[in-house]
């Protein structure tokens, strides 16, 4: 009995939400040319990193001493073959920023996911069980939020030297903070709503509170988070990089590429404005991916902008 | 030299005139690539720290940037016929910087403060037994057996302290205001901006120093001390790569220096630890791996061709130095011919471990090595460590059975990194082997220079035929000044004595 | 806090290594141990420090010789000068940029204002500060290169900085001034007459300003993080350069005070943001 009851609350989830905003979000897509360049730049970025060994004209760490530090193509010195030039030790530029897609894309998506599967957890323990559990975690995530976010992943790449997996871990822990903190909040909003309060009312047990009523709705604003916190990590991946602490050096990270060709920018200016172009037109994609989302997902926030 | 000066100084009384010109002048503005950790000798552990000390005190005896001995604080000097009691005559008439007279009881500090536990060089003074006074400008140093690298340690430690000034401090205090009888006085120290030195009025070398203010900047990023010489903000910056150098010898107001340094790199096999039972024990192995890395190129294409291809931890300019000796050229055949009779045809897989960052292009130094390994055969499995970690373990333990590094040595002698690399007991070493371990000895008890130099060629051919190493390369330094500085002469150690350096408003 | 900074940096590698000459014998090794107390127990040597840190006592520096807490105090005024600095920088820029072009969207100010918004999302900031040296100093020799001698050497730095916070604020603003102008209470007066300035001057602007209130709070703290790079890149002396040396040196004891001396000066302006939300924000006041 309880649970025909409780089928009749459902209406009220957001299955049947999205159902309903999915024509807003389209048209808004088709209508805003800002939405519509920033899902072909991420669908060219995610294209590039899916398919690099049929893109790239070589392989990322392929190349010869002899090549070296050539420039693009149509200068003097380029050689052919080599469309944006070569590197220090003969790579080719325009293959290691392909590959380099599939190193900040993983840094990113792979960041994201680790930061909000733990922040999620922490958020709805803390928002839904409340008491110590609320006050514990709270704590922790509060200082962590107010501790300079780049300092503490400084601390932890030192310590856990360079290889990818450290970097998305490191990003993983760093960021969860700030999903934790969000969710915490939804929750704590949630948990007065009427249908929630009914299931536990008619003593739903409390996983099933927190999977099939709290998290789908968290989905909107958790969505829109992920976009913006993913073009910050592939910025402060670039940035580990400049520090030497990201992934190791034969790693065609957008952000090595950045760090090498950072000593020679005055020299040789091709060897970093490729990869910081790349860095920057993602950043710029997934932001607009970022509004449109905000927009479409989030209802609060529809009306402006 | 006593009857030079004497000389001097009375030319200097009679002619005011000449007084007047020779007094310092103009400011020198000097780039550092880190912040000294100490302005005391015998905390000085890097480059830039050792560079800068010596502006401010001085030693018994120094070292010019041809090698060459020069009496310092000590006007001449006296060794025992069983070379181990060195007895020297102080110079008279030396002042701190803070008025406290120099005397024989100045050695005595820096002996006894160099021993102070916790000190970062403790080598340079426990290789002395006993200090003694004799008279206030007599001192006598022995040590516990012949020390053919004890005039080292004076040259590099051993600065004159004053005793009564630390008395009256203590260390800590005298850290945060250094006294010494260099041409130079501090005058204010900006932890991570600045260094500003005045010309110390005193100063017993008449005549010196030339400049009457230097102010040392520290700009930690390479691309921004080419930028601040090009601007003329800085007059002098080092550590510049072949490709900074190249862009600034277009620029009509700087001149680029260049000389060769002492560092040896190479790439390490281990016979302990990590090493043991590999295919590296193999000397046909480490042999093949000689020929499979192509060290011409990687000297050419990444450094431009500015260095020397090494044969051994002798390098050129070091003492018995060997010029018959001949690098191993860049054979992959031969790499993979001496492979196969070692058993190795099929090739194998084996750990290589790289400083990341520790040094010029270093991490793609390993990646090339990498890649020309796999040409015959040998599958590298390379790994980055950051620096703390690379040095953190005793024999390089927390390596792999092969990593890549530089060594350097003070003063023309090579026997300190051989020493180091292969002496049983030291925390550095990698390889160990009775013959070496018999060369090392016999070399640190022989002072004559000519027994040494016969000892160090064999030595060379010893570790050339039996590889402990890929011996890689030595490189050229490169440095620029802007035009109107004169007499900056770089020590092969990349460290400098500014006596003699002058600007021109 | 302190736990979780202690035992990391323990991890960072063996400060013997890499202080103490390449040729000394292990027992001078074991004696610069003995000296520093690396030889205890990690537990004693957590406890020690535990209770020295908790008496305000943040210890010395294995490398610098000096106590932690002097140091951290000689770099401080540098880093705040720029944070500061870059805060009023973004802050001037920003807050009107924002509000005009949330008044006016389409103009070409509000064009102006999406451009900077987009550039602190895509332009990291160390790449922003070469580039400045570039073309300022270098080429154009409008702009000291490096260093903190006067003010002209804070305009370099200060604008590479405050790039991300301005285009974060410049964005916030703006859908703020959106979201306020569609409210009730501003139909209400535009419906009474009221001018269109004294609209956006009385009644949307200070509602806009409110959320900027915790973003500037956070904003400064970031900054402190991003100062390691800027820093860096001009030789600024402050406590970036000063964390950075710290952890390639493996000096534990100053990495530690560092790290601590932060995290003590992120929650206390955490606090502060929190009051002056308070303040401000009139529903948060009738609570």
């Not at chain 1, 999205?18 to 920033?38: C, I, K, M």
């Not at chain 2, 030299?1 to 004497?6: A, W, Y």
């Not at chain 2, 093949?288 to 002798?314: D, K, S, V």
Request: with cysteine.
């Amino acid at each position: 009995m309880p649970v025909r009851i409780f089928d009749a609350l459902s209406p009220r989830q957001p299955r049947l939400q999205l159902r309903v905003r999915l024509p807003y979000g389209v048209h808004r897509l088709l209508h805003d040319p800002g939405a519509l360049l920033g899902l072909i730049l991420v669908s060219l970025v995610v294209l590039t990193a899916l398919f690099a060994e049929q893109l790239a004209p070589y392989g990322p760490t392929e190349g010869s001493l002899l090549d070296a530090k050539r420039p693009e193509v149509w200068q003097e010195q380029g050689l052919e073959g080599h469309l944006l030039g070569t590197d220090q030790l003969g790579q080719d530029i325009l293959s290691r920023v392909i590959y380099g897609a599939r190193v900040s894309l993983a840094v990113g998506f792979f960041g994201v996911l680790l930061a909000s599967a733990i922040g999620v957890t922490l958020g709805m323990s803390a928002g839904y069980l409340g008491g110590r559990v609320d006050e514990a975690i709270s704590s922790i995530v509060n200082l962590l939020l107010s501790f300079p976010y780049l300092v503490l992943v400084i601390i932890i790449a030192t310590v856990f030297g360079r290889n990818l997996l450290n970097v998305i871990i490191i990003f993983g822990i760093t960021d969860a903070p700030v999903f934790a903190r969000l969710v915490r909040g939804e929750v704590l909003r949630l948990r007065n709503v009427d249908y929630v309060v009914a299931a536990v009312g008619l003593g739903a047990p409390t996983w099933r509170i927190l999977l099939r009523h709290l998290l789908p709705n968290l989905v909107g604003p958790l969505v829109t988070l992920m976009t913006f916190e993913m073009s910050a990590m592939i910025f402060y991946e670039a940035g580990l990089s400049f520090l030497g602490l990201s992934v190791p050096p034969e790693v065609p990270s957008w952000g090595n590429m950045l760090a090498l060709g950072r000593k020679f920018l005055y020299i040789f200016p091709w060897m970093s404005i490729y990869p910081g172009l790349a860095i920057s037109l993602t950043a710029f994609g997934v932001n607009l991916l970022g509004d449109w989302m905000r927009d479409v997902l989030d209802p609060r926030l529809r009306r402006a902008d | 030299m006593r009857s030079t000066i004497l000389i001097l100084l009375a030319l200097l009384l009679s002619a005011p005139a000449l007084l007047v010109q020779a007094q310092p002048s103009g400011e020198l503005v000097i780039a550092l690539p880190n912040d000294p950790t100490a302005l005391y000798i015998a905390n000085a552990s890097d480059v830039t720290t050792i560079a800068v000390t010596r502006q401010l005190y001085d030693g018994l005896l120094w070292l010019d940037d041809k090698g060459s001995l020069h009496p310092g604080l000590a006007e001449r000097w006296e060794i025992s016929d069983d070379s181990t009691q060195y007895t020297f005559y102080l110079r008279e008439g030396v002042t701190f910087h803070n008025g406290e007279p120099f005397t024989a009881e100045a050695i005595v500090a820096a002996w006894e403060y160099g021993l102070t536990p916790g000190n970062e060089y403790p080598q340079y003074y426990s290789s002395a037994e006993s200090v003694e006074v004799l008279d206030d400008f007599t001192v006598r140093v022995t040590t516990p057996e012949p020390d053919a690298l004890f005039v080292i340690d004076l040259v590099e430690g051993w600065f004159a302290l004053p005793p009564r000034y630390l008395e009256e401090v203590g260390l800590e205090g005298f850290q945060r205001a250094p006294v010494g009888t260099g041409p130079f006085m501090l005058e204010e120290w900006v932890p991570g901006d600045r260094i500003v030195m005045r010309a110390y009025p005193d100063y017993w070398n008449p005549g010196e120093p030339k400049v009457e203010r230097v102010v040392l900047r520290v700009i930690p990023d390479a691309s921004t001390r080419v930028a601040a010489i090009q601007t003329g903000e800085v007059d002098i910056v080092n550590r510049l790569n072949v490709e900074q150098a190249t862009l600034l010898e277009s620029n009509a107001d700087v001149r680029v220096i260049s000389y060769p340094n002492d560092r040896v790199f190479y790439v390490a096999f281990k016979n302990l630890n990590s090493g043991m039972g590999t295919p590296i024990e193999s000397r046909q192995v480490r042999q093949a791996f000689n020929y499979a890395i192509n060290r011409p190129g990687i000297l050419q294409a990444l450094f431009g061709g500015h260095g020397q291809l090494a044969t051994g931890f002798t390098a050129i300019g070091n003492l018995g130095y060997d010029p018959e000796l001949k690098p191993y050229p860049y054979d992959p055949q031969r790499a993979r011919e001496l492979l196969a009779e070692a058993g190795y045809g099929d090739g194998f897989s084996i750990g290589l471990t790289c400083p990341a960052d520790a040094y010029t292009n270093i991490n793609e130094v390993c990646l090339t090595i990498q890649r020309d390994l796999a040409a015959v055969g040998v599958d590298v499995e390379l790994q980055f460590l950051t620096t703390s970690k690379f040095w953190s373990e005793p024999n390089y333990g927390s390596t792999g059975p092969m990593f890549v590094d530089g060594w350097s040595t003070p003063a023309g002698e090579a026997l300190p990194r051989i020493e180091g690399a292969h002496y049983p007991g030291l925390y550095y070493n990698s390889w160990v082997d009775d013959g070496i371990t018999a060369y090392v000895d016999q070399l640190a008890s022989t002072i004559d220079r000519e027994e040494r130099a016969a000892l160090y060629r064999e030595l060379s051919r010893y570790l050339f035929d039996d590889p402990p190493f890929v011996y890689l390369y030595t490189l050229n330094i490169f440095e620029a000044t802007t035009s109107r500085v004169t007499g900056y002469r770089p020590l092969p150690t990349e460290t400098w004595y500014l006596n003699q350096v002058a600007v021109d408003a | 806090m302190l736990v979780l900074v202690f035992f990391t940096v323990r991890l960072t590698g063996d400060p013997v290594g890499l202080m103490v000459a390449r040729n000394a014998t292990p027992e001078q090794r074991e004696a610069f141990r003995v000296a520093h107390g690396f030889d205890r127990p990690l537990a004693e040597q957590f406890i020690g420090y535990l209770g020295n840190a908790l008496g305000g006592d943040l210890g010395k520096s294995l490398r610098l010789h000096l106590p932690n807490a002097e140091l951290i105090m000689q770099r401080l005024p540098a880093t705040m000068e720029l944070a500061l600095a870059a805060l009023l920088l973004s802050l001037v820029i920003a807050v009107p940029l924002g509000i005009i072009s949330g008044v006016f969207p389409g103009s070409p100010l509000d064009l102006l204002a999406r451009l900077i918004g987009l550039a602190g999302q895509t332009i990291p900031s160390f790449w922003l500060a070469m580039i400045l040296i570039l073309v300022f100093a270098v080429n154009l020799r409008l702009f000291p290169t490096f260093g903190r001698d006067s003010l002209e050497h804070l305009v370099l730095p200060a604008v590479a900085l405050s790039v991300a916070s301005m285009g974060q604020m410049v964005r916030l603003l703006r859908s703020a001034v959106l979201e306020v102008s569609r409210e009730n209470y501003i139909r209400t007066a535009r419906s009474k007459g009221l001018s269109e300035i004294v609209i956006t001057l009385r009644h949307v602007t200070p509602n806009a300003l409110i959320p900027l209130v915790s973003v500037v709070g956070v904003n400064f703290t970031y900054m402190l993080g991003g100062s390691v790079y800027i820093e860096t890149i001009f030789a600024w002396p402050g406590l970036g350069t000063l964390l950075n040396d710290a952890i390639n040196d493996s000096d534990f004891p100053l990495v530690q005070a560092i790290t601590i001396f932060i995290a003590a000066f992120a929650i206390g302006l955490n606090l502060l943001t929190d009051i002056a939300y308070d303040l401000i924000d009139p529903r948060a006041r009738q609570r």
